[in-house]
């Protein structure tokens, strides 16, 4: 069965230092990946995606993320942390079903401070 | 511009009470899905659609009910039968292509008084 794994539940930084989200996927398929992100009390929004071209992705606002098969892993990335990223981030793998519903993980919640 | 729209925005139930919170978009998409989100537990999935007149049970389906008899409209009603409503609801859509992401609308807010 296909699932998400997202590795850590909150993350904290200090504005300007790196940001590592880490994301582990498992599917007997080749899926596509996604990373989106939630600001409080408003809708999810598209960060970036992989779909079986380039394996490092870029994505809005600075942030890009790696997808390895050998590690089945997606983990995000950002050089340096800006207080406006303080937000949820959801890692999220395509169904084997066409038509079905994305796979979501639960979550991580990345904190900024200054 | 293209998107989804979600209204209203915050909802107030009595308890015993049905409600329909709305979903609308614009971007022709086939798929429509309903998500409810709680504090700590990520999304996840009440009803789905992938056609219009034809939809499906997510993981939470109880105490919901759906209709799709437009593609643009997907609108999800809380039923009495649902124990704990107090949630915030998300509406997603998404093109055929089992590829691509859903693109989702503000959400609704619902609060049981």
């Known amino acids: 069965a296909q699932s998400v794994t997202q590795l850590d539940s909150h993350v904290s930084v200090s504005e300007g230092t790196p940001v590592l989200l880490r994301c582990n996927y498992s599917?007997?398929?080749?899926?596509?990946l996604f990373w989106y992100v939630q600001h409080p009390n408003k809708g999810l929004q598209l960060l970036l995606k992989?779909?079986?071209?380039?394996?490092l992705v870029k994505g809005i606002n600075g942030f890009e993320a790696e997808f390895k098969k050998s590690e089945t892993s997606f983990h995000l990335t950002k050089p340096s942390a800006h207080m406006s990223d303080a937000a949820e981030y959801f890692c999220?793998?395509?169904?084997?079903?066409?038509?079905?519903?994305?796979?979501f993980g639960k979550g991580t919640t990345l904190s900024v401070s200054s | 511009d293209g998107g989804i729209t979600q209204s209203p925005k915050y909802l107030f139930r009595k308890e015993g009470q049905n409600v329909t919170l709305s979903c609308e978009q614009n971007?022709?998409?086939?798929?429509m899905y309903w998500y409810r989100q709680d504090p700590g537990q990520g999304l996840r999935l009440i009803y789905y659609?992938?056609?219009?007149?034809?939809?499906q049970k997510g993981d939470i389906a109880e105490g919901y009910s759906v209709s799709r008899e437009k593609k643009e409209s997907f609108p999800l009603t809380v039923t009495s039968a649902q124990k704990n409503p107090t949630a915030f609801y998300l509406c997603?859509?998404?093109?055929?292509?089992?590829?691509?992401?859903?693109?989702f609308g503000p959400g609704t807010r619902l609060t049981v008084l």
């Open positions: 997603a859509s998404r093109a055929g292509s089992s590829y691509n992401e859903q693109f």
């Open positions: 599917s007997s398929y080749s899926p596509s």
């Open positions: 992989y779909t079986s071209a380039a394996t």
């Open positions: 999220v793998v395509t169904p084997p079903q066409a038509g079905t519903a994305l796979i």
């Open positions: 971007l022709n998409h086939d798929a």
């Open positions: 659609s992938q056609i219009v007149n034809d939809f």
